[in-house]
């Protein structure tokens, strides 16, 4: 089985940073794409970031500028640099890995989420 595991989630002020982690475990060769997705109270599940195996990337509208996300394919992690938190990012956070190549074929993996809560 693949796992994928995150870390940095936590209560931050109103314009202040934190930096996601998440880390893949398991028989894994390759992950083509890796991304942050996250789920507000009340609303669903929207992509944050992605980036692929050759490092081009894509963000929501609300979060350009102010969020990176960077990989390490030798070690299987992926990252999100958030800063300038405001009040609605505030939501669950979870890792993607797509594309994930395996010794039988290909996989999709969520994490189990970090909670991400932004007070005013």
């Known amino acids: 089985q693949v796992h994928l595991v995150e870390s940095g989630g936590g209560l931050v002020q109103a314009g202040g940073s934190l930096r996601l982690t998440c880390a893949a475990s398991?028989?894994?060769?390759?992950?083509?794409?890796m991304g942050w997705y996250r789920q507000a109270p009340g609303k669903q599940r929207e992509l944050v970031a992605l980036?692929?195996?050759?490092?081009?990337?894509n963000y929501v509208d609300s979060v350009k500028g102010r969020f990176t996300i960077s990989r390490d394919n030798a070690k299987n992690t992926v990252s999100l640099q958030m800063n300038g938190l405001e009040p609605k990012d505030t939501a669950v956070y979870y890792c993607?890995?797509?594309?994930?190549?395996?010794?039988?074929?290909?996989?999709?993996?969520w994490g189990q989420g970090t909670l991400v809560t932004v007070s005013s």
């Open positions: 993607n890995a797509d594309r994930v190549v395996g010794p039988k074929g290909y996989v999709e993996v």
């Open positions: 398991g028989s894994i060769v390759r992950i083509n794409v």
């Open positions: 980036i692929t195996r050759d490092g081009s990337t």
